[in-house]
């Protein structure tokens, strides 16, 4: 039998290949923890590939190293955020997109957990400024491939694109891009309390699933209505980003006039991505087939000032 240890998970997308471990990192199969790199090593290689590959959100620490885990994440992510760290944008694009998308899936899996929310709060603030200051930040976190289909990782594209799009419409530090942000991430809440395939399109639904499916930004604020210390903002993302303007979404069938900016910015986005991350449609042609099919259904200013983002970023 297994020894009787206190294992706790960590999240794969934390993880980074080139800096070495201070803890012992295990996969469990067959309810059996097994060691998978050793603390002092590193995931360099293909480690890490591997797991993404295989989809493994997932790997597990001894509940007595969670200190020396918890030292790696923020000397990672500040490292990340350090330009003169000597790391490529590239490379600190993909610590900081991790780090986003762990924090989205701590929020949406474990919605009740204040501080879970306040770190990803907290976290969005960061990464506005990153997106909206560096040169090739925005253009290095959209083209990290999302492999395994997450929605997670779609959560971060979104919110990448929608500040891309923001920056696009002039709007400035007024307005509270840190909550766009953090409604973008989490836009999809529900949906990962769904067994739904997402990488199915939505025409291949059953009826079952796409009742669930078209329901999900109800019931996603359903969950998190009575949770005080959601923002509002947040809360409305979640609730129109399936919205369009022609009254023609779901779940409410609400008109241009009903909906805030906010969700009108994430709903443009979170239409185009889907169709990358979860149709898997190159992103060229993405982009021409949502400009034809979504005309009317999105402000023509936020179609453009997408297409402007996706071009300037030289990501087509």
Known sequence: MEATNNYVPIRVSTLRGELKIPFNAYVRIAN?????????????GDRLAKLKKK?????????????????????????????NSGSSIESRADVI?????ASAEEVMENPEDQAAYKIAK??????????????AALKSVINIENTDQSLAHHGVTVATLALGMAQKLNLDKSHPLNLLTLGALLHDFELTHLDLDMSKPRSQFTEEELA??????????KRVGTLNHFDQAVTDI??????????????????????????LITSTANAYDRL???????????????????????????MQALKAVLKDNDIL
């Open 122 to 135: 907290d976290g969005t603030a960061k990464y506005v400024d990153f997106i909206m200051s560096e040169d």
């Open 32 to 44: 059996k923890h097994i060691l998978y790199c050793r603390m002092g090593d590193s995931f360099a």
């Open 55 to 83: 989809k493994l959100k997932k790997m597990f620490i001894l509940d007595d190293q969670e200190t020396q885990y918890r030292d790696y994440l923020s000397q990672s992510i500040d490292m990340a955020y350090d330009k």
């Open 238 to 263: 979640i609730f129109n980003h399936e919205e369009f303007i022609n009254g023609s979404g779901f779940p409410r069938g609400l008109k241009e006039k009903d909906l805030d900016l906010f969700s």
């Open 97 to 101: 997109q991790g780090s986003q998308q």
């Open 276 to 302: 990358v991350a979860f149709e898997c449609i190159p992103k060229t042609e993405a982009l021409k087939r949502f400009m034809v099919e979504s005309m009317g259904l999105h402000k023509l200013e936020h």
């Open 212 to 221: 669930a499916y078209k329901n999900h930004p109800k019931d996603g604020v």
